[in-house]
T-cell receptor, first 115, second 116 residues
């Protein structure tokens, strides 16, 4: 069974640009969550998507957005990039039943560097 | 809101020895889950062990076991017979099991180095 796949693995962008990251969850998993990992702030929850709808959102500015497709694949978009957006972005998929999420399985992340 | 605290930024242990990583948490929920995740240099977050708060018995997975003290809100990870492949960042995390159980709250992590 394939795991969670994130693409690309590495990205270098210039301040002010926008970026789109992709996450393919484990087959059958319909919940996808995104986390930002930085040395200073650690791991912080960005948002969760389930059945193509954003169900929950962390404390991030509106420049951070996402979407989920009918096949449960998810994309995360960051507009008007800032230097502080440099981070490892992790995607996690879960088998959600009703309001209950099972344990999260993570991808290898996308390392975004903003210069 | 939940908080998770790992007070040991770095630890080291000799191969084959035992090491314990500390974690304390705070939550107002009655039902929740606790996890230890491992993040090796490959960056992938790997689930090591999980504990349901309503279960008094400590979880065990092969060489990994936890000491769950619910009243003290403590959740330490013991690694027995440490191996070189155990070298990684270890994160303690919590998650509600109720209606707002969508996210994991992580500690800052402990960098564990296993020395040959």
């Amino acid at each position: 069974k394939a795991g969670v796949t994130q693409t690309p693995r590495y990205l270098i962008k210039t301040r002010g640009q926008q970026v789109t990251l992709s996450c393919s969850p484990i087959s059958g998993h319909r919940s996808v969550s995104w986390y930002q990992q930085t040395p200073g702030q650690g791991l912080q929850f960005l948002f969760e998507y389930f059945s193509e709808t954003q169900r929950n959102k962390g404390n991030f500015p509106g420049r951070f957005s996402g979407r989920q497709f009918s096949n449960s694949r998810s994309e995360m978009n960051v507009s008007t990039l800032e230097l502080g957006d440099s981070a490892l972005y992790l995607c996690a998929s879960s088998l959600r039943t009703g309001n209950v999420n099972t344990e999260a399985f993570f991808g290898q992340g996308t390392r975004l560097t903003v210069v | 809101a939940q908080t998770v605290t790992q007070s040991q930024p770095e630890m080291s242990v000799q191969e084959a020895e035992t090491v314990t990583l500390s974690c304390t948490y705070d939550t107002s929920e009655n039902n929740y889950y606790l996890f230890w995740y491992k993040q090796p240099p490959s960056r992938q977050m790997i689930l090591v062990i999980r504990q349901e708060a309503y279960k008094q018995q400590n979880a065990t997975e092969n060489r990994f076991s936890v000491n769950f003290q619910k009243a003290a809100k403590s959740f330490s990870l013991k690694i027995s017979d440490s191996q070189l492949g155990d070298t990684a960042m270890y994160f303690c995390a919590s998650k509600n099991s109720g209606g707002s159980n969508y996210k994991l709250t992580f500690g800052k992590g402990t960098l564990l180095t296993v020395n040959p």
